[in-house]
């Protein structure tokens, strides 16, 4: 039986955190293997359980590597990978070397053709959609993890936020 809000560290690794659940843990493992053969050390995180998930978990595993990458099913807005990365860019934003990445299905639904929902939902197989965003939805785990890893450790921390165009930036709050 698996037990309700704790998660599972399927694999360890230092370099990189996918924080993942369901369907794309299997392929998240897959696009590890193929990581470590460029020395890219990929530790994956299975959650488990949504409701509640192991926040306790995440934190040590972002903490160990400081680069994340959640990947899920769902689509880019509005899911549950949306909130874990929400969460870990403003609680453990400090730990981060690097923004935090999603891997996810397309914003739409999910076809019941499996031509078309091998389209949506992301797959080991899938090719690298823009070399210029190096993590797009519907894009290969693998490739993710890959030039992620790249282009975060071979950028200055001064050159990082014009890279990612979308890089979390902690604003003021005028109450502090």
């Excluded at 370099?15 to 794309?24: F, M």
């Excluded at 050159?159 to 990612?164: Q, T």
Aim: net charge positive; with cysteine.
């Amino acid at each position: 039986m698996i037990p309700f809000g704790k998660a599972k560290v399927v694999r360890e690794g230092k370099n990189l955190s996918i924080i993942t659940y369901g369907a794309l843990v299997q392929r998240s493992i897959v696009a590890a293997k193929q990581a470590e053969q460029e020395g890219i050390s990929v530790e994956i995180v299975d959650l488990r359980s949504l409701v509640p998930y192991d926040w306790n978990a995440i934190v040590a595993t972002v903490k160990k590597t400081n680069r994340v990458i959640v990947a899920h099913e769902d689509a880019l807005s509005f899911g549950y990978g949306a909130e874990v990365a929400a969460r870990i860019s403003s609680e453990l934003f400090e730990h981060l070397d690097a923004p935090v990445r999603r891997v996810c299905a397309l914003d739409t639904f999910v076809a019941y053709a499996p031509q078309l929902e091998d389209v949506i939902l992301p797959q080991v197989t899938d090719r690298l959609a823009s070399s210029a965003d190096p993590i797009r939805c519907n894009t290969v785990v693998y490739c993710s993890v890959s030039r992620y890893f790249r282009s975060v450790t071979q950028t200055s921390p001064k050159k990082l936020s014009s890279s990612f165009p979308r890089t979390v930036i902690r604003l003021q709050s005028p109450f502090e």
